[in-house]
């Protein structure tokens, strides 16, 4: 697509109707028949036609640049730094599927249909679509017809109606190939739409599967603040039979009263957070408020448990499967295409235009008397003040800008698997720890609880204990949101959750699919 191209236009020539000799004879150009009143063929030759032909077997495309090898453009490492390549294999067109969620099932499928950003991105694609079909319209001749009826008034007009019958034909020779590089820079941004559709909806993908891991995850911690609630409710009431009975002061009876209240306290912001998170969800998945939070709290479950390692293919392979990087690769191309466009404003522009017409005062005769012509011209700039060369200039320095997005998302995307990976790692490992922080503490606060009525220790102690005990629950169900999120995030990084869009254009991946 993007080689050097010599563009002599004898095929197209040829499908206007000329025909071309070589060899011993010399070159000539005929064109088809006209009639004449009585039938018989009129051969017509034009001398400026041949010169446009010469032209055109002798002339060649203005070269195009090329985007760079991706290696060259941005260094890529060989291996992972940071991140540990082995581990399961994943299927990243559907990873979702490895939470064992139904909810996130459900949601990421309505996402993906009924999601009204990735609506806006299908409109955006169709209308790149149309623009290649403009792009490509230019390469045939334009042809528009007219008919008309003349009636005179006056002393010595006559009866009779005239009628005229004719069409008009133009045709760009594309000697220097803009309508060529028009088309590729139409044909890259049809490309660029379509793996930015993909790139979008994997993030929403990510976006609906994360939504869903918080919801859990703060329907967890609610569940844990409401159970802390009830034990607390417990402590105050034998706090207070304690001091009835004298056994303690009223010191005991305001510290369990404190320690209520700020849990109490803690279950409307976490109300909140939910409601907020189960919102969010119900506009991803393009719907009202309302059946998303009913569906998350009234069959709760827990939070997710990814799988612990997630195999990593090469850096450079993973780059390949980034929709966002493909994109940007495809926008540099378009972007050099129309350096290309803006370069032949300096060369010379042919055209053909021809007519064809009759007209008589009588429909039976219309077609007795046939006239037409064609006209070559070949037109060139001599001076503009600098206009074209400041479209050039303009058009390079977005292709310099282009390279550098290109370059900073290849970039984005290493980053993105790096702390990914290290994140699902650690958040694995604090998870392992807080479970055996939050058992401990359990078994800690049963103990002080009963020790506590049988005024063995202060009532100090039971509260510290508590508050452990809930710390420690809380941090786990953060830490077991944090591997799942860390889970997500790093297949989305890979390249996980689009599918390529139908029509996009992609033929590069469009028989493999977007894992392979």
Do not use: H
């Not at 009223?250 to 369990?256: F, K, M, R, W």
């Not at 990593?312 to 290309?340: H, I, K, N, Q, W």
């Not at 021809?354 to 006239?371: C, P, R, Y």
């Not at 058009?395 to 310099?400: E, G, I, L, N, S």
């Amino acid at each position: 697509m993007y080689r050097e191209r010599k563009v002599v236009g004898i095929q197209r020539f040829r499908a206007a109707g000329g025909s071309i000799r070589t060899g011993a004879q010399p070159i000539t150009t005929s064109f088809p028949r006209g009639l004449t009143r009585n039938g018989n063929a009129k051969r017509v030759s034009l001398r400026c036609a041949a010169c446009v032909l010469a032209l055109a077997v002798t002339a060649c495309a203005v070269p195009r640049d090329a985007p760079p090898a991706m290696a060259s453009a941005q260094a890529i490492p060989a291996q992972w730094v940071l991140a540990e390549p082995s581990g399961a294999e994943v299927p990243l067109d559907r990873y979702w599927l490895l939470l064992n969620d139904p909810l996130v099932e459900e949601f990421v499928a309505r996402a993906q249909a009924e999601n009204l950003d990735l609506a806006q991105a299908v409109t955006r694609l169709r209308a790149a679509r149309a623009g290649l079909r403009q792009a490509r319209a230019d390469r045939v001749p334009t042809i528009t017809g007219s008919s008309g009826a003349r009636k005179d008034f006056g002393d010595f007009a006559s009866d009779d109606i005239a009628l005229s019958l004719g069409a008009d034909a133009s045709w760009e020779v594309d000697l220097f190939g803009r309508i060529d590089a028009s088309i590729d820079a139409a044909r890259n941004d049809v490309r660029s739409a379509g793996y930015s559709l993909g790139d979008l909806e994997r993030v929403i993908v990510a976006q609906v599967a994360s939504q869903t891991v918080t919801a859990r995850s703060l329907a967890a911690q609610l569940a844990i603040a409401r159970d802390t609630l009830a034990n607390q409710d417990d402590n105050l009431q034998i706090a207070r039979w304690r001091n009835q009975a004298g056994l303690v002061d009223s010191l005991d009876v305001e510290q369990a009263r404190t320690q209520r209240a700020q849990t109490a306290a803690s279950i409307p912001q976490l109300e909140s957070n939910l409601t907020a998170v189960a919102n969010a969800i119900s506009t991803l998945i393009g719907e009202p408020p309302g059946r998303v939070y009913r569906a998350l709290t009234e069959a709760p479950r827990a939070v997710p448990v990814p799988p612990a390692d997630v195999a990593l293919d090469a850096p450079a392979d993973m780059l390949r499967r980034r929709p966002d990087v493909s994109a940007a690769e495809a926008r540099l191309a378009a972007e050099l295409d129309r350096v290309g466009v803006a370069r032949t404003q300096l060369y010379p522009l042919t055209r053909l235009t021809g007519t064809i017409g009759t007209s008589a005062v009588d429909v039976g005769n219309l077609f007795d008397i046939i006239t037409g012509n064609i006209f070559a011209s070949i037109s060139q700039l001599i001076f503009d003040g600098g206009r074209v060369r400041g479209q050039i200039e303009g058009a390079q320095a977005a292709a310099d800008g282009s390279l550098a997005a290109w370059r900073q998302s290849i970039l984005t995307a290493l980053e993105e698997v790096e702390s990914a990976a290290v994140d699902l790692e650690t958040s694995g490992t604090r998870v392992t720890a807080l479970a055996e922080a939050s058992d401990g503490a359990q078994n800690a606060a049963i103990l002080a609880r009963s020790q506590y009525q049988a005024g063995l220790i202060d009532f100090q102690t039971l509260l510290v204990t508590e508050s452990q005990l809930l710390n420690t629950r809380t941090a786990e169900v953060n830490a077991q949101g944090a591997r799942a999120l860390a889970f997500i995030a790093l297949v989305r990084a890979m390249g996980g959750g689009w599918s390529v869009p139908e029509g996009a254009g992609l033929d590069d991946i469009a028989a493999k699919g977007p894992t392979q």
